[in-house]
Structures are given as C-alpha cells and as structure tokens.
C-alpha cells in the first residue's frame, strides 16, 4: 500500500508519516522509506554529515508494525508508543538510502501490543528494537 492507503490506517500527516509504502505478509509487516535529504529530522543533524535520528529509525518501526494491525486501527484509535527494549543501532542511515523494514507482533494483550523489527539499507542492518504501544481511542 502507498501513502494514501497508510493515511487510512496510520494518523500520521505530513513530514510524520515515515513510510512510502508498507505491505502485510502473514505475520510481517514490510516497509520502505527513502531518504530524500531534505527532512527536517535531518536540518542539523549533522551540518555537513546528515544522518538520520536513531528515534526516527525508531518510529519507522513502529509506523511498520501498525500495518499488522489495520485490523484494529479504526477512525479515532491512536496507537501510542509504551516502550522501547533491546535497540540497537548498527549503521547510519543517510539521504538517498532507503531503509527497508521488518517487524513482527511478538505478543498481543490488548489493547497492548509487543513486537520487534528491524531496518536495513541494502541488506545491511541499521536499526533493530523490541518495542510495544497501546491502541487506544480517543
């Protein structure tokens, strides 16, 4: 699914929304976003050696995973962010990458959601984190 699609699932709008495209296979969700160069995460981070923010790695992750829960993600439900375990960063990630993402739901309680995922960029791994996030209505 493209941008609009996500926008039916996700709440994120305009430079919030972190993927370009996400698919839903099983029990995986898989995600890009390429990094174009001209993000405001990136304007000052670093002058002259822009590298993307590992808590934007991080919420790339978390927008992947909602994708496993569309299901759930109905007008009014928001998905929080709870906690974040086990993240690791391994390579930067820069413009002109495209960082590729895989997450899992490791366990479910709702309204709580556990998983893990991780972000590569040309088959190298860049970011990988257990996470977990309420889905709650308004």
């Not at 109905?74 to 590729?100: I, K, Q, W």
Request: proline fraction near 7%.
């Amino acid at each position: 699914m493209k941008q609009e699609e996500l926008k039916k699932i996700l709440p994120h709008r305009g430079n919030m929304l972190l993927l370009d495209e996400a698919e839903k296979m099983d029990d995986t969700a898989r995600g890009t976003y390429h990094v174009r160069g001209d993000e405001w995460f990136l304007d000052g981070h670093f002058p002259g050696n822009p590298i993307v923010p590992g808590v934007v790695l991080c919420e790339m992750l978390a927008q992947s995973v909602c994708v496993l829960l569309s299901d759930k993600m109905t007008e009014g439900v928001t998905p929080m962010y709870t906690g974040l375990n086990h993240v690791r960063f391994r390579a930067p990630v820069r413009p002109g990458d495209t960082v590729e993402l895989e997450s899992k739901v490791t366990k479910a309680k709702p309204p709580f959601y556990f998983a893990k995922g991780k972000g590569t960029v040309g088959g190298k791994l860049c970011v990988e984190a257990e996470f977990s996030f309420a889905v709650m209505g308004a």
